[in-house]
């Protein structure tokens, strides 16, 4: 999942996306509101963390802008504006979200999860395909009883598939919301990262077949009935 954390106090901003990214998340990291709406013009994000106090364009702006064009977008408000009226004014103009600063760092990233878990229709935090269960709030993956260690890479590429079952995935749609868009991994780099994710699968489940290829077209999670 690919977050736009949108925060100008520089060390803020980077412990917030180190927490994240410890988490698998990947984060994008825009420190105005000018360049906010330039980020999310160009990438496509899952979730955005958007701070109201901003230097050039203030964050409910930010928020009025994208409000226009995109309704589907989840929008965090992570704010030092603690009033009632300020919150009203965040919510009603369109965030999901809105924790006043200072904040526990659990709570944001329990924040976040609620909101994907929103926009990906999931009912909790667990996802199954067959007798496998990811567990995304432990970001664990259990085949049957027996965990399955992934790497952080792995489990966010297996997260993202489930939570699109029944779509196919294109490599560019798995990149762009798996990988920060500074850091685009070479094409090499996230076969790497597929192939090894399809053998952990392979040794713990005996199929090769949970994540299935299409050719042209790119990745899909098994039916739940084939698996039976
Ligand atoms: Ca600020």
Redesign the pocket.
């Known amino acids: 999942m690919k977050l736009l954390l949108t925060?100008?106090?520089v060390l803020l901003s980077a412990a917030i996306a180190k927490g994240l990214r410890k988490r698998g998340y990947a984060v994008d990291c825009a420190y105005d509101g000018e360049e906010a709406l330039e980020l999310y013009s160009i990438n496509e994000y899952d979730l955005m963390i958007l701070?109201?106090?901003?230097p050039k364009i203030d964050g409910l702006e930010v928020l009025r802008r994208i409000r226009e064009q995109d309704s589907v977008l989840r929008i965090l408000i992570l704010?030092?504006r603690s009033s009632v009226p300020d919150k009203i004014a965040g919510l009603d103009g369109g965030s999901n979200d809105y924790l006043t600063k200072p904040f526990d760092f659990a709570e944001l990233e329990a924040r976040i999860r609620a909101l994907l878990r929103q926009e990906f229709y999931m009912k909790d935090v667990n996802l199954y395909c067959g007798s496998l269960r990811i567990d995304t709030a432990a970001r664990r993956v259990y085949w049957k009883d027996t965990p399955v260690e992934l790497a952080n890479k792995e489990y966010s590429i297996l997260e993202y598939l489930m939570s699109n079952q029944g779509k196919v995935i294109s490599p560019e749609e798995l990149i762009e919301h798996v990988w920060d868009s500074e850091r685009d991994p070479f094409s090499n780099s996230f076969r790497f990262h597929i192939s090894s994710l399809r053998k952990k699968l392979s040794a713990v489940s005996g199929t090769d077949s949970l994540i299935l290829t299409l050719r042209g077209q790119g990745y899909r999670m098994a039916d739940e009935g084939a698996l039976l």
């Open positions: 925060e100008d106090e701070d109201l106090n901003l704010s030092a």
